[in-house]
């Protein structure tokens, strides 16, 4: 799995709540009501958040939809692969994602990605030759966990080609691919405008969010799947 370079933040341990700052000098955090309040906070204008991030406290990045390009760079060989990330809306979110894996072909690899022990660094789990109806028949089924939990990310690629799709633990949907055009056309139909200079969470301080259903219905998902 890819992994563009989109902040330097270190990963505190925690068991359902994690906060990563990109600022090394951070002003005194809210009390606890108003804190409750910020974490309860899901509408930006007209985007709405899953349960599964949220901004920091400061709001140094706020979250909006769109998309912009960027590149993957080996860091052995430096060579470099065109990249899209995009935000989407919660209520578009995930029909958004399955309509991105259509240019990948009928058969797919598929990998899972978990952080829900933080003990053990991030862990994946990955199948070969997944038929991708079948694969999204079974996503369909974990819209919840995909959607809401900030400790689970999926990748999907084509078997043979450079192309991959991945759905991250910051509900961003970031293609690899070198022809990125089949890709921005979903994303324009699905009302995504590109902009090069915009910024997401995860470029900024956040907060990820899991629940104990989500480490048992990523277990489950692993099974379905035979990752």
């Given at each position: 799995m890819r992994h563009l370079d989109e902040s330097?933040?270190?990963?505190?341990?925690?068991?359902?709540?994690?906060?990563?700052?990109?600022?090394?000098?951070?002003?005194?955090g809210p009390d606890p009501a108003s804190l409750e309040a910020h974490m309860a906070r899901a509408l930006y204008g007209r985007f709405t958040?899953?349960?599964a991030v949220r901004p920091g406290w400061q709001l140094d990045v706020v979250p909006r939809a769109g998309y912009r390009h960027d590149a993957y760079v080996d860091p052995g060989s430096g060579a470099?692969?065109?990249?899209?990330v995009a935000a989407a809306s919660a209520?578009?979110?995930?029909?958004?994602?399955?309509?991105l894996l259509e240019p990948l072909g009928d058969?797919?690899?598929?990998?899972?990605?978990s952080s829900h022990e933080d003990a053990v660094g991030v862990r994946e789990f990955s199948r070969h030759g997944c038929e991708r109806l079948v694969l999204e028949s079974a996503l369909w089924d974990f819209e919840d966990l995909l959607l809401n939990d900030g400790c689970t990310g999926i990748a999907v690629l084509h078997p043979e080609q450079s192309l991959e799709?991945?759905?991250?633990?910051?509900?961003?949907?970031?293609?690899?691919a070198q022809a990125r055009q089949p890709f921005e056309r979903i994303?324009?139909?699905r009302g995504l405008d590109r902009?090069?200079?915009?910024?997401?969470?995860?470029?900024?301080e956040h907060m990820h969010t899991s629940h104990a259903r989500h480490t048992q219905q990523f277990r489950q998902l692993t099974a379905r799947l035979g990752c």
């Open positions: 330097a933040a270190s990963r505190p341990t925690a068991p359902t709540l994690r906060t990563l700052s990109a600022a090394t000098d951070t002003p005194a958040l899953t349960e470099r692969m065109p990249a899209i209520e578009n979110l995930f029909e958004t994602f399955l309509e058969s797919v690899d598929v990998i899972l990605e799709v991945q759905f991250d633990e910051h509900k961003l949907l970031v293609i690899y994303l324009r139909s902009d090069d200079r915009l910024r997401f969470l995860s470029q900024g």
